[in-house]
């Protein structure tokens, strides 16, 4: 068996445009633009390019834009007024702030001040808490584009038996959440589970979150399973050259791709998701500020 490749890219170029569309009608039928503020505080140039692409990707369909790229010794006081100034602006219904921040800046205090109406990374109490419960709002992007693949591939996930191996609170909580809406058997599973591998080969659904380069085998997935690899890691590549790296996920993908039904590449997978989700988040938002029913296409 080779699995099909979950092509992400394509499916986040069709989930953009359907987001300019529903601006446009936003825009058309109630006059509203929404707008995404993204916050980063110092010089990490990998921060700077994902924000620049967040920022860049905003005006291309039609959203209000706005960055504020703040300096290394930006005290914690002066962040968190841009944000209280964030919150009171109308022309923002989303605001992100690139994590990680410099050492001497409270994320939790940052995260905390930020408005639950605003939150499009879903990472304040009240957000995670609406998530729990089901309650309309935004959803953790990288987990919403998850499932937005899932969904693409396999129609209805009920009944079916997820594994997600992870428990942070950027990916691996909040997709459980949505397995459950979704009425999977979730298990989350971690690197001290006992008899990982064994756990894993029940997964009709793996998504692997846990950080740590091929860690899942290839015959550690059942025959036909549906794999999901948000994992990003740089390893060294020497057949690229003297000091040259590459991306691989969590998965060990060439075994697990002679093994699954269908399975997310590392680049081009869950990555380009992310993003767009972020924007559909804001449209969430925009559309819940202003007592309007969020799209259904963008939403669990």
Not at 267 to 279: D, F, R, Y
């Amino acid at each position: 068996m080779t699995a099909r490749i979950i092509d992400g890219k394509t499916y986040a170029e069709g989930l953009r445009a359907r987001i300019a569309g529903h601006v446009a009608r936003l825009q058309r039928e109630h006059g509203i633009t929404p707008g995404l503020a993204v916050v980063i505080v110092g010089e990490d140039p990998a921060s700077k390019v994902y924000v620049s692409n967040k920022a860049r990707q905003t005006a291309e369909v039609g959203m209000f834009s706005e960055k504020h790229e703040l300096p290394a010794d930006t005290s914690e006081a002066e962040l968190l007024e841009l944000i209280e100034r964030l919150n009171k602006n109308d022309k923002v219904h989303g605001i992100l702030v690139q994590l990680p921040l410099p050492g001497h800046i409270d994320p939790n205090k940052v995260i905390n001040v930020i408005s639950p109406d605003k939150d499009v990374d879903c990472f304040t109490p009240a957000s995670v808490g609406k998530l729990t419960i089901g309650l309309p709002g935004p959803v953790s992007c990288t987990p919403l584009g998850c499932l937005m693949l899932l969904r693409d591939q396999l129609g209805s996930l009920s009944g079916l038996n997820a594994v997600i191996v992870g428990r942070s609170n950027l990916v691996g909580k909040p997709m459980a959440q949505l397995l459950l809406r979704e009425n999977c058997t979730v298990t989350i599973a971690h690197s001290r589970t006992r008899d990982l591998p064994d756990v894993v080969r029940r997964a009709d659904i793996v998504v692997a979150a846990v950080g740590r380069p091929r860690m899942i085998k290839g015959d550690w997935i059942k025959p036909g399973a549906t794999v999901i690899d948000v994992g990003i890691n740089r390893v060294p590549a020497p057949e690229k050259g003297e000091g040259k790296t590459r991306l691989v996920g969590d998965v060990d993908f060439d075994a697990a791709a002679q093994v699954a039904g269908a399975i997310t590449p590392v680049p081009g997978g869950v990555g380009p998701m992310t993003i767009a989700c972020l924007l559909a988040n804001t449209i969430t938002t925009a559309s819940l500020i202003n007592g309007l029913t969020p799209p259904k296409d963008l939403t669990p």
